[in-house]
């Protein structure tokens, strides 16, 4: 079956590193994407990673990928208040018909 | 700088009404997708399209329908809105080539009385 899980909620104290999990089902997954939702607004794209990949790293982004325990994380380095949103792990599933399949999301809640 | 753009953010209609959501990018992306997103059910596919003229249905596409006539802009429509179509509506493209990167639009909150 096709399920993507990740942790509901994570409190970190700024200036720490977050450290957000995902795990997913599909392994024929292509893409694996991290996506930042503020309240009230859209999915905001923050990087990607390709299924060959172990790690990505984007600024204060890090991407690591463990593709035989099918678990993704996103660390995000020196966190700050206004990383406070909610973050969606999600897969690109290409069987069947090709799809986003999106875990429930994590909210980070971000304090002094 | 890519961009996704959902013509309306807040919408409040009566049930029964036809409406339309409207969604353009400009990234001259084949894909594009209709989702929509509640509490507790997370987002959840209704429509996708992969090209002009051709629409695929999601895993929630009763009670809506879309078009897509020019390669720009996809169109969710609810022929006869419901108060269980109240929601979150995001709409999404997607390119080919690097990172097949898939950006959404702001959304558009839907109100059906």
């Known amino acids: 079956g096709e399920d993507v899980e990740q942790s509901l909620f994570l409190s970190v104290r700024e200036g720490d590193s977050s450290v957000i999990n995902c795990t997913y089902t599909?392994?024929?997954?292509?893409?694996l994407y991290w996506y930042k939702q503020e309240p009230g607004a859209g999915l905001q794209l923050l990087t990607y990673i390709f299924s060959n990949m172990d790690m990505k790293q984007d600024q204060r982004l890090t991407v690591l990928l463990n593709k035989k325990d099918k678990h993704l994380s996103l660390r995000i380095a020196d966190t700050q208040t206004g990383d406070s949103a909610i973050y969606f792990c999600a897969e690109w599933h290409s069987g069947g018909y090709n799809k986003l399949i999106f875990g429930a999301g994590t909210r980070l809640a971000v304090h002094p | 700088d890519v961009k996704v753009t959902q013509s309306s953010r807040y919408l409040v209609k009566r049930t029964g009404e036809k409406v339309f959501l409207e969604c353009v990018q400009d990234m001259d992306h084949e894909n594009m997708f209709w989702y929509r997103q509640d509490p507790g059910l997370g987002l959840r596919l209704i429509y996708f399209?992969?090209?002009?003229?051709?629409?695929e249905k999601g895993d929630i596409p009763e009670g809506y329908s879309v078009s897509r006539e020019k390669k720009e802009r996809f169109s969710l429509i609810l022929e006869s809105a419901s108060t269980n179509q109240t929601s979150m509506y995001l709409c999404?493209?997607?390119?080919?080539?690097?990172?097949?990167?898939?950006?959404f639009g702001e959304g558009s909150w839907l109100t059906v009385v």
């Open positions: 399209s992969y090209d002009v003229k051709m629409k």
């Open positions: 999404a493209s997607r390119g080919q080539g690097t990172g097949n990167t898939i950006y």
């Open positions: 599909d392994s024929s997954s292509t893409y």
